[in-house]
């Protein structure tokens, strides 16, 4: 079920072939167009020999045209290119060239050149550095990304190489998966007339000067005569059909799919919850073992207030088919019910090194640890979660206090973990 989620990121490299970039941007969070996104991307990790399990993809709320990587295996879609590249086999070109971008260290390198330059950040830095501390990820290193548009245009005048060589990679890895490498060119050439209409009036410097659509597709028709299919398995198609048709229902102001689960998500966002969960209730009767059928029945039995039922169907799904999403939503139900809250919890403190993009978890944790009468161990979380925002001052507010309330020998990991953010805070804030 979608979530929405704030970020401050910008581009790395772009996909895009014109429009302007956001410095601040929302996720559109959905366990099924992840997970669908993340299978096609896992296939092109492999035969470029990056890691797969590292392959995760999100979707950008935003109409642009974009794809991007942060390094990591992060790579980001926006919805607007999603809903414009109906043939899955295109956007399998786009996730290989962002693929290309990892495998080749061009962002390592650029890191590399951020790193150097630290002394030149601003309290964006902060949030990535201190958040990937706190969470044990590298997802919140994208917060590095929003800390200067003078820097990233001095950064991005080195990427005109870098993108060539990305679509040749690309190629290469498609050619290795059995598919026409091609498919990319198709890509580029759907796209290429947005920058002409914009007449290059509107397109920034750091986009100018990206190689033209123009430009590549001929440098990759100068490659190797490519051959193999042009279609992908009809799994593949079907799951990315539902993909589009959710993703429709979430962005568009009118749904004219005659698709029943389409429908539901889309009245349950303009709340028109009682239809939509009867369509939803309809869906799961015909295929009771549908775990996204149940997933966003049970979301939106949880915004109406029944969150016994909404508890039930979640507590399946968690059991079927248990996803950070999934399981995040079922400690918000557990949590909500009252019941349950040492799952909750046990759940939760889990996701937050699996999934440290949702931020909620803090915030639910500090609500559940508040149910168990922690409130030194709730203050905590609430830290991270303002650690994670970038709101240094506020966690270190909280984290006074929760050093007040901790019990030194009971909670002493606690407070060991209290006093060095706030000597880390105090440190890089300084430098700032």
Known sequence: MRKYLALTIISLFFFTVTGPVSFGMSLIRDTEIEECLTDMAIKIFKVAGIPA??????????????????????????????????????????????????????????MASIESRKSHMTTVLLAGILGTVVTGSEAFMAAILGYGQTDMLLFLRYSRGEEFAADALAASYLQKLGFNSECICKTFQKFQDLELLNGGEYVPHYVK????????????????????????????????????????????????????????????????????????????????????????????????????????????????????LINIGYAEALIASGKGIDIAIRILEKEKYKDSLENNIYRLLAKAYGCQKKEGISFFMLAQEQICLGNYFQAKVLLERCLRLLD???????VKKAKYFITLINREVRHQ
């Open 53 to 110: 399990k590292s392959a995760k993809v999100f979707v950008v709320n935003s109409s642009e045209i974009n794809a991007f990587t942060i390094g990591n295996g992060y790579i980001f879609v926006n919805s607007g290119l999603l809903l414009k590249t109906k043939d899955p086999l295109h956007l399998m070109g786009i996730l290989a060239h962002e693929t290309a971008h990892i495998a080749a260290g061009h962002v390592s390198r650029l």
């Open 209 to 324: 000067s990206h190689p033209s659509p123009f430009e590549r597709i001929q440098a990759i028709k100068n490659l190797s005569k490519p051959s193999g299919f042009w279609k992908v398995d009809s799994e593949l198609a079907e799951r990315y059909r539902r993909v589009v048709l959710k993703l429709k229902a979430y962005t568009c102001e009118k749904n004219s799919e005659k698709d029943d689960y389409s429908i539901a998500i889309w009245k349950h966002r303009h709340g028109q919850t009682i239809q939509s969960v009867q369509l939803l209730q309809n869906l799961v009767k015909k295929e009771p073992g549908n775990v996204f059928y149940r997933e966003t029945l049970a979301q939106c039995l949880f915004e109406q207030g029944k969150i016994g039922e909404a508890v039930t169907h979640y507590k399946f799904v968690y059991q079927h088919h248990p996803s950070p």
């Open 408 to 414: 030194k020998k009971k909670d002493a990991s606690y």
